[in-house]
C-alpha cells in the first residue's frame, strides 16, 4: 500500500475521532460532570494518540496527549473546566483535524504557517492542568483566526529584513564587547559598538519593535558614554551588555508567526535589562552583585551550554533551521554575477545546436545522392551498359564520397571543438555553484569566542582562543554539522586540558592558556585542527583505564602504541575524567566527533604529549555535494555506496565461504569477516542468483567489520548529491539520491546505517545465509496471517509490515468477524487487537485455545496498553506474545512473527 493511501487512511480516522471528540466536549458544556462523556472523550483521545503515534506525528500526539490528560484531570475531579476552557479543547480539536488533511500535503507550510496558533493553544491547555494564571500580556487562551496578529507580504519582507540586519549587528556586538572586555577605552571597538546598537535602534522603529527600540537606544548611550569616558565599562558591565545582545540575538531566530509572541512573553525581560543597562550610565547607582540577572533567557547562554540542555526558544529554532533548510542562502553578488554569465554562456553554446543538426541534414541529403549514383551504376551493370554508362556513374559517386567524407571530418572537428568549449564551460559552471555553497570558515564560529570568555570566567581560568584560516572556504553543510563536535571539543580542552592559571605558573607556563583552531586546504580536502597548551593526556592513566572498563586485557593493552591508546577516546561512554561537571566530561563529545567525520566520509585523528597539550585533526572532504561511489547491484537494482566508506571489494569463490552454525564468513588479511546479503539489509526481495563468484563489499565503523553480498559491481561513478525529500523523515539505510547519466534516478547508501541494521540482524539471530540456486528452489508457500484490529490505520500498517516480508495477510475489524475467519480458514498466525467492539481480543484469545482444532494456532496480541497486569492478562488468556504498538517502528513485531511461524 502507498504512503498516501496510509496517509488517507490516517486521516479518515483522525476525522471519525474528532468529530466524536468534539460532540463529547460539547456536551460538557450543558453537563459539565457527565462521566459517561469525559470516559469517552477519554477513550477517543487515547485512540487519536496511539494513531498519529503510528504514523510518528509527534507533535500531534503530543497535544492530543494534553487534552487526553486535562479530560483525566476532570474525572478525577481535581479540576472543572469553564465553558471558554472547553472552547480551547473544541479549538485544538480542530487544529488536529487541520493537521490530519495537511498530511498529504505541504505539512511543512502548514505548521509554520499555524506554530503561534498551535503553541498558544497548546500552552494554555497545558495552563488548564497546572492552574497557572496567564499574565496579563500573554496571548488569548483561544487564538482564532480573527485574533492571531496577521502581517502583509510586505510587513513580511520588511521583517525579514529586519531579523537579517540584528543578526548582522548582533555579531558585530558580541565580537567587540570581548574586545573591549580586556581593552575598555579601545575607541574603534566602541564606535563600531555603537554603530551596531544604533542600527539595530533603528531598524527596529521601522518595523515598530518598541521594546527592541528601547534596549538598543539604552546600550547605545551606553557606549556613546565609554566613547566620552564618562563611563568605564567593567567586566560586570559587559555580562549585563551581553545579556541585551542575546535577547537581541533571539529576534532573528524566530520565525514571523511567532516573534510579536514572543516578544509579549518577554517584555519583562527586556525591561529589566534597559533599566540595569541604563544604571551603568549613573556610576554612583550600580550594584555590580547585583548585574547578573535571574531572567529566563530567550536562547542557551554560552555558561549553560550543556548537552541535552536547551531552552524552548532554542528548540523552536532548530525546528525552524530543519523545517526551511537552506530556503535561503547567502551569495556574494560578484559570485551571482559569475553564476548569471556563465548561465548567458551556457545558452549562447546551446544555440550552436542547431546549425549542426541541420549540417546533419545537408549530410543526410548527400549521402542520399550517393545512394542514388550507386543504383544507376547497378543498372548501368545489369543492362551491361557499363562502358557507356558506368564509368561516369562511378566517377560521379567517387566525389561525391569524397566529399561527404571531407565534409564529416569538417563536422566533427567542429564538434570536437564544441564539446571542449561545453566541457570547459560545464567545469567553470560547477566550480562556481560550489563556490557559491561555501562559507567562510569564520561563519561557523560566531559563537565560540562569546562561548570560550563566559565558562573561563566561569572557571576562574585565563584563555586566548586563537582562530586561522577564517577565511578558508567550508561547504555550508559540513560547516552546519561541524558545530555540534567542534564544541564539544573547545569545552573540553577549556574543562579538562587548560590547568588553572596557578598550577600553569608552578609547572612554568604562561598563566593564561591557549587554544587554536585552524582551517585549510590540503590535498583536496578541509584540513581542521584544534589544539591547547594544556597539560595533555597521560597514556598510562588512558591505558589503567581501559583496562579497568574491560575493554582490553591487561596483556593486550600493554602492548598498545600512544596512538592506538588514543583511538579508545572516541569509544561512545568513555571519559578519562574523574568528575561529570557541567561543562563536560560525559563522554559523549569525540564520539559524535567520529561519527560526524564518518557521515561525510573524513576521518579524526588526536595526538597528545604529557604536559606540552592536546590536538584533534580533521580531514574532511571539501563538499558533499559531489560523491565519488561504487555502483552495484542489488534485487536487480543500481545502487551507490560512497567510495571513502567502503575498506575493499573483493571477489570469491562459494568455495572460500565458510559456514559456521549458521553464519557464514571468509577470512581476509587474517580476519574473519561475516557476510551479510545486501538484499536482506534493505528488505529487499530475493534476487536470482547465479552459482559462481560472490560480489562482496567490505565496510566497518569503529567496532565492526562486515562484508556486504551484492549481486554485481557496476563500476566506479562521481554523482551529484541530492537530498531526500524531509518529509520521508530519515529513511533508513539510505543517505541521499542522485541521477546517472541517462537520467535514471539512483540511491545512495548510508554506510553507518547499513552497519547498524547489520548488527541489529545478528543480534536478533535472523540471519539469512548466501544461499545457492538450488536453496532459492526449495521455497514454500508464504505463511498465512490473521490480523484483527478495529483502526483501519493500524490494520493496513500492519497488514504492509507483514506484506513487505512475504507473509499473505487477510484482516478483520472486529472480535466477532476475526473468531469467524479463524474457524472457516486456515491460518498459521493470528494477530489481535484488545480494545474491540462486539469481542474484544482477550474474548478472541480464549475463543481460539478453547477450540480443540484451533488450540495450537499461535496469537499475538498488540495493544496501546503498556501495563503490567494488562501484560499479564492477555498472556494467562493464551497468547503467546504481548506487544504494544511501538513495535511497528522496529523489528519487535517481525521478530515474533518468526519466532512462532518462521520467515
Not at 503510528?54 to 500531534?60: C, D, G, R, S, T
Not at 567587540?176 to 527596529?204: D, F
Not at 514571523?256 to 529589566?272: K, P
Not at 568513555?574 to 566520509?601: H, N
Amino acid at each position: 500500500m502507498s504512503e498516501y493511501t496510509i496517509l488517507e487512511l490516517f486521516r479518515q480516522e483522525v476525522e471519525t475521532n474528532i468529530t466524536i471528540l468534539k460532540q463529547c466536549l460539547s456536551l460538557l458544556k450543558t453537563q459539565p460532570v457527565s462521566q459517561h462523556e469525559i470516559e469517552q472523550g477519554i477513550k477517543t483521545a487515547h485512540s487519536l494518540w496511539g494513531t498519529n503515534r503510528i504514523v510518528e506525528m509527534e507533535a500531534a500526539s503530543h497535544l492530543v496527549q494534553l487534552i487526553k490528560d486535562c479530560l483525566i484531570a476532570v474525572q478525577k475531579q481535581s479540576i472543572t473546566l469553564k465553558e471558554e476552557e472547553i472552547d480551547t479543547l473544541l479549538h485544538a480539536s480542530d487544529l488536529l483535524l487541520d493537521m490530519s488533511k495537511a498530511a498529504k500535503g505541504n505539512l511543512d507550510t502548514w505548521i509554520t504557517d499555524r506554530a503561534w496558533d498551535w503553541q498558544t493553544t497548546q500552552k494554555t491547555i497545558a495552563n488548564l492542568l497546572t492552574k497557572e494564571q496567564i499574565i496579563d500580556n500573554s496571548p488569548p487562551a483561544v487564538p482564532t483566526p480573527v485574533e492571531v496578529p496577521q502581517m502583509s507580504s510586505d510587513n513580511d519582507s520588511m521583517m525579514d529584513l529586519f531579523k537579517l540586519e540584528a543578526e548582522a549587528q548582533v555579531t558585530i556586538l558580541n565580537h567587540g564587547l570581548l574586545v573591549i572586555e580586556n581593552k575598555p577605552q579601545s575607541v574603534q571597538e566602541l564606535e563600531a559598538l555603537m554603530r551596531a546598537a544604533h542600527s539595530i535602534k533603528g531598524a527596529a522603529r521601522i518595523v515598530g519593535l518598541d521594546e527592541v527600540v528601547e534596549l538598543a537606544h539604552v546600550m547605545e548611550d551606553c557606549f556613546v558614554a565609554a566613547q566620552e569616558k564618562t563611563i568605564n565599562l567593567t567586566p560586570n558591565d559587559v555580562d549585563l551588555l551581553l545579556q541585551g545582545v542575546d535577547l537581541l540575538q533571539s529576534i532573528s531566530q524566530l520565525n514571523n508567526a511567532e516573534l510579536l509572541g514572543w516578544l509579549r512573553q518577554h517584555q519583562a525581560d527586556f525591561r529589566n535589562i534597559r533599566d540595569h543597562v541604563a544604571a551603568i550610565l549613573q556610576p554612583g547607582v550600580r550594584n555590580h552583585k547585583a548585574q547578573i540577572l535571574d531572567i529566563q533567557s530567550p536562547i542557551p547562554s554560552s555558561q549553560s551550554l550543556v548537552p541535552n540542555s536547551q531552552s524552548p526558544v532554542a528548540t523552536r529554532e532548530v525546528e525552524n533551521t530543519e523545517n526551511n533548510q537552506d530556503r535561503v542562502v547567502r551569495v556574494s553578488a560578484d559570485n551571482l554575477n559569475r553564476i548569471m554569465g556563465l548561465a548567458g554562456e551556457s545558452l549562447i553554446e546551446a544555440n550552436w545546436l542547431q546549425p549542426f543538426a541541420d549540417s546533419m541534414m545537408s549530410l543526410k541529403s548527400r549521402m542520399l545522392e550517393i545512394s542514388r549514383s550507386l543504383e544507376q551504376l547497378q543498372e548501368s551493370l545489369d543492362q551491361n551498359l557499363y562502358e557507356q554508362e558506368g564509368k561516369e556513374y562511378l566517377v560521379q559517386a567517387r566525389q561525391q564520397k569524397q566529399e561527404c567524407i571531407d565534409y564529416i571530418g569538417d563536422q566533427l572537428g567542429e564538434l570536437e571543438l564544441y564539446v571542449r568549449r561545453t566541457a570547459s564551460l560545464s567545469d567553470r559552471l560547477y566550480r562556481e555553484v560550489i563556490n557559491s555553497h561555501m562559507r567562510p570558515f569564520e561563519d561557523g564560529l560566531q559563537s565560540f569566542p562569546r562561548m570560550i570568555r563566559d565558562l573561563a570566567r566561569n572557571l576562574n581560568k585565563q584563555i586566548k582562543l586563537e582562530i586561522l584560516g577564517k577565511s578558508t572556504p567550508v561547504d555550508r553543510d559540513i560547516l552546519k554539522k561541524l558545530e555540534a563536535p567542534l564544541t564539544h571539543i573547545l569545552r573540553n580542552a577549556l574543562d579538562h586540558g587548560i590547568e588553572p592559571p596557578e598550577n600553569r605558573i608552578s609547572s612554568g607556563k604562561s598563566p593564561e592558556g591557549t587554544i587554536r583552531l585552524e582551517a585549510f586546504h590540503r590535498g583536496g580536502m578541509l584540513a581542521i585542527t584544534i589544539s591547547d597548551d594544556g597539560k595533555g593526556i597521560n597514556h598510562e592513566e588512558l591505558r589503567q583505564k581501559i583496562i579497568h572498563k574491560n575493554l582490553l586485557t591487561l596483556d593486550m593493552a600493554a602492548q598498545l602504541s600512544d596512538a592506538e591508546l588514543i583511538e579508545f577516546l572516541f569509544l561512545p561512554g568513555f571519559s578519562t575524567t574523574k568528575q561529570v561537571t557541567e561543562i563536560s566530561g560525559r563522554g559523549v563529545g569525540l564520539d559524535i566527533a567520529k561519527s560526524m567525520a564518518q557521515d561525510v566520509g573524513g576521518t579524526v585523528r588526536a595526538t597528545s604529549q604529557l604536559g606540552k597539550g592536546t590536538s584533534f585533526h580533521f580531514q574532511l572532504p571539501l563538499t558533499l555535494s559531489v560523491v565519488r561511489t561504487l555502483l552495484v547491484e542489488i534485487s536487480g537494482k543500481p545502487y551507490a555506496i560512497p567510495l571513502a566508506r567502503i575498506d575493499q571489494i573483493v571477489t570469491l569463490e562459494r568455495s572460500e565461504i565458510t559456514d559456521v552454525e549458521n553464519r557464514q564468513y571468509f577470512t581476509m588479511n587474517n580476519q574473519n569477516i561475516g557476510l551479510i546479503a545486501a538484499h536482506q539489509v534493505l528488505e529487499l526481495p530475493t534476487p536470482k542468483q547465479q552459482n559462481g563468484a560472490v560480489s562482496i563489499v567490505v565496510i566497518s565503523d569503529q567496532n565492526s567489520t562486515y562484508g556486504l553480498v551484492v549481486d554485481k559491481f557496476l563500476g566506479e561513478r562521481d554523482l551529484v548529491v541530492r537530498p531526500l525529500d524531509p518529509r520521508l523523515g530519515k529513511v533508513p539505510d539510505i543517505s541521499a539520491t542522485a541521477l546517472l547519466g541517462d537520467g535514471s534516478p539512483i540511491l545512495i547508501v548510508d554506510i553507518s546505517d547499513i552497519v547498524r541494521s547489520m548488527d541489529a540482524i545478528l543480534k536478533d539471530g535472523n540471519l539469512s545465509k548466501v544461499m545457492m540456486q538450488a536453496e532459492l528452489e526449495s521455497f514454500t508457500e508464504p505463511r498465512k496471517i490473521l490480523v484483527v484490529d478495529d483502526s483501519i490505520t493500524v490494520r493496513e500498517m500492519e497488514r504492509k509490515l507483514l506484506e513487505n516480508r512475504g507473509y499473505q495477510v487477510d484482516t478483520a475489524v472486529n472480535g466477532v468477524e476475526g473468531w469467524n475467519a479463524v474457524r472457516t480458514k486456515e491460518y498459521d498466525l493470528v494477530i489481535s487487537d484488545i480494545d474491540m467492539p462486539r469481542m474484544n481480543g482477550i474474548e478472541l484469545v480464549k475463543q481460539i485455545k478453547n477450540n480443540p482444532r484451533l488450540h495450537d494456532l499461535p496469537v499475538i496480541i498488540i495493544s496501546y496498553r503498556d501495563r503490567e497486569e494488562d501484560r499479564m492478562q492477555g498472556l494467562e488468556a493464551g497468547a503467546d506474545y504481548y506487544l504494544t504498538k511501538s513495535s511497528f517502528h522496529d523489528d519487535t513485531l517481525i521478530n515474533a512473527v518468526i519466532d512462532l511461524i518462521g520467515q
